[in-house]
């Protein structure tokens, strides 16, 4: 990816943010999303890259990054836990494109005197690129871990230190056993932190796929925070419309029950339906006339017999009694009148029922069209993993995992 590529790609980021409006609840809210996607589109501009380093007590990731750096510049001890908080230290790698490389140190996750672990994690994970690192083989939190990586989108390389305590047969053996732990759905590099080895890999990464890893990060980010923002939308728009459907079921049933010379028939139901739809568009963003509404009215009845049914051959059954026995009444002394009452019911109850069946497909209906009035940035994300498929398998799996995890039509009404 050249410059002009990473430059197109903040402006189109920026363009987006620029173009969410955000409530003050929703800033209040989601404040700490805001300020990571902003320190992100930073970055992005400036073209500053890191590197996270995460794994065990003890495994030596201070060492690994004074190793990158030629220098002392990270605290190691022979004490376990030496690294309490994240600390953060600039690379003096040059780089074409890239202006900065931070390296980040962490504490060990599985460090009991750890503060803020969820922040530590959150810190690791919003960077670039993440050097596992072990120091034999991998236990099931150490996989758990990666797997947790993995599902954000994330790069990682395994780093393998302190492999001189190992013969060659044994580490054969590590190796074969590391393999056989790790996801089989993804490649994920291992790095034997030899003499200059693991300087020599990642450098050499950094050159061929830094920029893009960098663009990626900051696209990913985007798509977190507008799933973050549509999800609370939402909910709110998922209040909004069961009033609503509350509403027009009230009116519809009243209309069935109360009205002796049956006010609402079937084209006053349709009408009311129409309304609905109309009434569920503008909360979810659209503005839907009549003649719209009415094709979405007639899609869910096509689609949904038994709704069909209900709205038209029951309704239709019942209207035809209730005549009938208003037109029986002078010739019965009223008797012909006493079914009435329940059968108004019955009708009325149906009556709720239906708006409330109708009005959940139509705003499914109406979410399915406003998906595509707004710029969502996966779809920015599928466009640019095209362009690179191999390199960018694992954000495939982010946006799978994606898929499952952001199921939006839990908060339909």
Not at 189 to 207: A, E, G, H, V, Y
């Amino acid at each position: 990816m050249n410059q002009i590529n990473i430059d197109k790609i903040y402006l189109l980021l920026k363009e987006w943010w620029e173009s969410v409006d955000l409530t003050n609840y929703e800033k209040s809210n989601l404040n700490k999303e805001i300020i990571s996607f902003n320190q992100q589109l930073f970055r992005l501009k400036e073209k500053q890259l890191r590197i996270g380093i995460y794994g065990k007590s003890g495994v030596g990731k201070s060492s690994i990054l004074n190793l990158l750096l030629d220098k002392k510049e990270f605290k190691t001890d022979i004490i376990n836990g030496s690294t309490k908080n994240i600390e953060e230290k600039e690379w003096s790698l040059k780089h074409q494109s890239l202006k900065t490389i931070d390296l980040i140190d962490s504490p060990g996750f599985d460090f009991c005197d750890v503060k803020d672990p969820e922040y530590i994690f959150s810190q690791i994970n919003s960077s670039e690129l993440i050097l596992f690192t072990i120091a034999g083989d991998i236990n099931r939190n150490e996989v758990s871990q990666i797997h947790s990586f993995i599902k954000n989108g994330k790069k990682i390389i395994l780093v393998l230190n302190k492999i001189d305590i190992w013969s060659g047969h044994d580490l054969k053996n590590i190796l074969k056993n590391i393999r056989l732990k790790l996801p089989h759905y993804i490649d994920i590099p291992i790095i034997l932190n030899s003499k200059n080895n693991i300087k020599n890999q990642i450098t050499d990464l950094l050159n061929r796929d830094g920029v893009s890893l960098l663009t990626l990060n900051s696209l990913q980010l985007a798509d977190k925070l507008f799933s973050k923002i549509k999800e609370q939308r939402l909910k709110k728009r998922q209040r909004e419309a069961q009033t609503i459907i509350g509403k027009f079921a009230t009116i519809k049933a009243s209309g069935v029950a109360l009205n002796p010379l049956i006010f609402l028939d079937i084209a006053g139901g349709f009408a009311l339906d129409t309304a609905l739809i109309s009434e569920l568009s503008k909360v979810y963003g659209l503005n839907l006339k009549s003649e719209s509404a009415r094709k979405i009215i007639k899609n869910i009845s096509v689609n949904n017999i038994l709704l069909g049914a209900t709205q038209v051959g029951i309704n239709s059954s019942f209207n035809l009694l209730r005549k009938v026995f208003i037109a029986t009444a002078p010739f019965t002394h009223g008797l012909s009148l006493l079914p009435y009452g329940p059968i108004a019911i019955v009708q009325a109850a149906i009556s709720v029922r239906s708006t409330r069946i109708v009005g959940k497909l139509a705003a499914k209906e109406i979410f399915k069209k406003s998906k595509g009035c707004i710029l969502d940035p996966s779809h920015i994300i599928k466009k640019f993993i095209i362009k690179e498929p191999e390199l960018f398998k694992h954000t495939k799996v982010y946006l799978s995992n994606k898929k499952i995890d952001n199921n939006f039509a839990i908060f339909l009404p």
